[in-house]
C-alpha cells in the first residue's frame, strides 16, 4: 500500500486495524518509528503464492529507530522488519505471541530485546547478524527457538534459555564469538545441528537431563554431523545429560581447550567424532550406561591418558582412540562385542590392554603401532580378526602390526578367521600361546617375528596354517602329547621342533587362563588375576619370587638350575 514512499516519515495506525498486509511500508526509508495498534493479529506472508513466505511489511526501512509490536500479534511472515538497520528500540507487548522468521535480520544497531513470556515462538533468522545485540533471556513460555535465529550476533555475551523452550534451531548461536555464559533450560528436549558452533569464547556448557537428542542435519540423509558445539575452542567444562540417546557426529569437535567431561549415567552414546580433536582433555569417565562409543570419537585427544570402557558398552567405533599418544593403559568391558578398524591405532604409550570376556571381533588394525604394547591376551569368544571390511580387495588385518615392544601373544580358543599380517612388524614376539580350539593361525600372521623361541600349542585339533605365516622355523613347538605324530605330518608345522608339552615342565593352566612360559633368561607367568598368588621357588625350598598383582609375573632364572611354580595350589616344575 505504501511501498517505496521514501519520504514518509510519520505514520499513525487506527487501533482498530487487525491487518497489515506483505510489504505494506516497505522501503519507506525516512520513517523512524511504528507502533503497531493492540488489535492488529496478523501481519501475514504473501497470500497469494503459497510457495513465497514473506510479509517484509517494513522491510528496508533503514531509518526506522523504534517498533512497538502489539499484544494480539499471532502471525507474522518473513522479515516484517528485515534490514532495519538504524533499529534501536523494541517494545514487544505481553500478549504477543511469535517473533516472526528473519523478524530483525539485519537490524545491526538493536543492543537488546525483552522477550515477554506470551512469545512462544522464535522464529527462523528472527535475529540474524543483529551484530550489537549483547545479552539474550529467552523466557519461560517460549518453546522453540528456531534455526539460525541468533545466528552471527557477535556482541552477544550471555544467553539464558527458558524452562519451556524444548528445541533451540539449527545454527540458532552459531559464529557468537563472544558468547561466554550459555543457561540451558530443564525441559530443553533437542539441541540441533550446529546450534553454538564456532562460539569461540563459551568456557562451559551443561546440557540438561532431558535432553534426548543432538542430532544430525536433518534435511540431508547423506550428511550425518551434528557438531552443535564444534569448534568451542575456549570450552573447558561439558555435562552431558542422563538423557542423550541421540548424536550426529562431532558434537564437540574441535573444542581444543576442553579439560573437563560429566558424562551422566544414563546416557546411552557417545557420538561419532564427538570428541575429535580435543587436544587438551586428560581423562574421560565413561558411566556404564554408554552402550555404543561412536567412530572416531577421541580421535587425537592427545593427552588422553587412560582408558576405561565399563561393562555395558558393546561396541567401539573405528578410530574410536585413534592417535591418542598418552593413553598408557586401556581396560574393555566385559559387554564390548566389537573393536572398530585402528579404534587405537597409534597410541605409541598404550602398555597395558586388558580385553573383555566377551569380545567377538577384533577389526583392521585395531592396534596397529601401538609401539609400546608387551602382551596381548585375545579372548576366548574372540572368533574374528576379520581383513578390511569395506574394501574387498584388501584382505589385511593387521591388527597388532607393528607392536614393537610386543614380546607375549595369547590366541584364544574359537578364532576361526584372520586377515593378513595380524602381528606382522612385531620382531619382538619371543612366546606364542594358542589355546585348544583356536582354529587357525592366519597369512603372514607373524611374518616379521624372526626370534620366536616358544610356542606353547594346546590345540588336540592341528590348526591351519599357511607357509608364510612365520619368519622362520627355530622356535620349540610343544603341543599335546596325544597329538604329537599329527603336528608331526604337518607340512608346516612339522618344521618346528617338536617337543612334548610337559617336557620341560612348562606347561598352560588352560582352565585359568595362565601360561607358564620362558623368553631367554626370564620365566613369565601371564593371565594372573589381582589378588592370585604366583610364587617361584628353587628346588631347595628357597623363594625366588612372589606377587599377588594382577597381570604378569616375572623371574630371571640361572642355567642349569631346576625351579618349582606354584600357582593357585597347581605345581609345575621349569627347568632352565
Not at 533451540?168 to 552459531?174: C, E, L, N, V
Not at 586388558?354 to 579372548?379: H, Q, S, W
Amino acid at each position: 500500500a505504501f511501498y517505496g514512499c521514501t519520504k514518509l516519515r510519520t505514520v499513525t495506525l487506527g487501533e482498530n486495524l487487525r491487518t497489515i498486509y506483505y510489504r505494506a511500508f516497505m522501503n519507506c526509508t525516512d520513517l523512524e518509528e511504528i507502533v503497531i495498534p493492540d488489535n492488529v493479529t496478523n501481519l501475514p506472508r504473501r497470500s497469494n503464492y503459497s510457495n513465497e513466505a514473506y510479509s517484509e511489511a517494513f522491510a528496508g526501512c533503514t531509518s526506522l529507530e523504534s517498533v512497538t509490536i502489539g499484544k494480539k500479534v499471532a502471525e507474522m511472515g518473513t522479515g516484517v522488519f528485515k534490514g532495519c538497520t538504524s533499529l534501536k528500540t523494541i517494545t514487544i507487548k505481553d500478549g504477543c505471541s511469535v517473533i516472526g522468521d528473519e523478524c530483525f535480520s539485519g537490524c545491526s544497531k538493536l543492543p537488546n530485546i525483552d522477550i515477554p513470556s506470551s512469545v512462544t515462538t522464535i522464529g527462523y533468522e528472527a535475529f540474524l547478524d543483529c551484530v550489537s545485540l549483547k545479552n539474550i533471556a529467552v523466557p519461560d513460555g517460549t518453546t522453540k527457538i528456531g534455526y539460525r535465529a541468533f545466528q552471527g550476533c557477535t556482541a552477544m555475551t550471555t544467553v539464558t534459555v527458558g524452562n519451556d523452550v524444548e528445541s533451540i534451531g539449527s545454527q540458532a548461536f552459531y559464529g557468537c564469538i563472544k558468547l561466554r555464559s550459555v543457561t540451558l533450560g530443564e525441559n530443553l528436549r533437542t539441541i540441533y545441528y550446529r546450534a553454538f558452533m564456532n562460539c569461540t569464547d563459551l568456557e562451559e556448557i551443561v546440557i540438561p537431563s532431558y535432553v534426548a537428542s543432538l542430532p544430525r542435519r536433518s534435511n540431508y540423509s547423506n550428511e550425518a554431523y551434528s557438531e552443535a558445539f564444534a569448534g568451542c575452542t575456549s570450552l573447558e567444562n561439558v555435562t552431558i545429560g542422563k538423557r542423550v540417546a541421540d548424536m550426529g557426529t562431532g558434537v564437540f569437535k574441535g573444542c581444543t581447550s576442553l579439560k573437563n567431561v560429566t558424562i551422566k549415567d544414563g546416557c546411552s552414546v557417545i557420538g561419532d567424532e564427538c570428541f575429535s580433536g580435543c587436544s587438551k582433555l586428560p581423562v574421560i569417565d565413561i558411566p556404564s550406561s554408554v552402550i555404543s562409543i561412536g567412530d572416531q570419537a577421541f580421535l587425537n585427544c592427545v593427552e588422553l591418558k587412560d582408558i576405561a570402557v565399563p561393562d555395558g558398552t558393546t561396541t567401539i567405533g573405528s578410530s574410536a582412540f585413534q592417535g591418542c599418544t598418552a593413553i598408557t593403559s586401556a581396560t574393555i568391558g566385559n559387554d564390548v562385542e566389537s573393536i572398530g578398524g585402528q579404534a587405537f591405532y597409534g597410541c605409541i604409550k598404550l602398555q597395558s590392554v586388558t580385553l573383555g570376556e566377551n569380545l567377538r571381533t577384533i577389526c583392521y588394525r585395531a592396534f596397529m603401532n601401538c609401539t609400546d604394547l608387551k602382551e596381548i591376551v585375545i579372548p576366548d569368544f574372540v572368533a574374528s580378526l576379520p581383513r578390511r571390511s569395506n574394501y574387498s580387495n584388501e584382505a589385511y588385518s593387521e591388527a597388532f602390526a607393528n607392536c614393537t615392544a610386543l614380546t607375549t601373544v595369547t590366541l584364544g580358543k574359537r578364532i576361526a578367521t584372520m586377515g593378513t599380517g595380524v602381528f606382522a612388524g612385531c620382531p619382538n614376539i619371543k612366546v606364542i600361546n594358542v589355546k585348544d580350539g583356536c582354529a587357525l593361525v592366519g597369512e603372514t600372521c607373524f611374518k616379521d617375528s624372526k626370534d620366536i623361541e616358544t610356542i606353547n600349542m594346546e590345540c588336540n585339533d592341528v590348526p591351519a596354517v599357511s607357509s608364510n605365516s612365520f619368519a622362520n622355523y627355530t622356535a620349540t613347538l610343544y603341543v599335546p602329547t596325544a597329538s604329537i605324530e599329527d603336528y608331526k605330518a604337518h607340512e608346516v608345522w612339522s618344521k618346528f621342533l617338536i617337543k612334548d608339552q610337559t617336557e620341560n615342565g612348562i606347561s598352560s593352566l588352560a582352565s585359568e587362563g595362565i601360561h607358564i612360559a620362558m623368553e631367554g633368561d626370564e620365566l613369565v607367568v601371564s593371565g594372573i588375576k589381582d589378588g592370585m598368588p604366583v610364587n617361584i621357588y628353587t628346588t631347595d625350598g628357597r623363594k625366588v619370587s612372589s606377587s599377588i598383582s594382577g597381570g604378569i609375573v616375572r623371574a630371571t632364572l640361572r642355567s642349569g638350575t631346576t625351579y618349582i611354580v606354584r600357582v593357585k595350589g597347581k605345581t609345575v616344575k621349569v627347568a632352565k
